[in-house]
């Protein structure tokens, strides 16, 4: 496959979206807005309230942060 095969491609998938999109009705455009908007919360507002970074808490150096993560993947 060559480069200008591949942009097509690409091409066609983006502009495949991107018109299925505009032909959405109003509720459906909604309904993306309401999903996009709780991806945000899940994502963005969850883990920086509940998903402290616990390694830089308990361990100063990055060589000690990578012996305590190695010891656990390699003993459990």
């Known amino acids: 496959m060559s480069v200008n095969s591949e942009q097509s491609v690409l091409n066609r998938i983006w502009h495949f979206y991107i018109d299925g999109f505009k032909d959405l009705p109003a509720w459906g455009r909604n309904v993306w807005i309401i999903i996009i908007i709780k991806l945000f919360i899940l994502f963005a507002v969850i883990r920086l309230f509940f998903m402290p970074d616990v390694l830089k808490k308990n361990?100063?150096?990055?060589?000690?942060?990578?012996?305590?993560?190695?010891?656990?993947?390699?003993t459990k």
């Open 59 to 74: 361990f100063k150096t990055d060589e000690q942060r990578s012996r305590h993560v190695l010891e656990n993947l390699t």
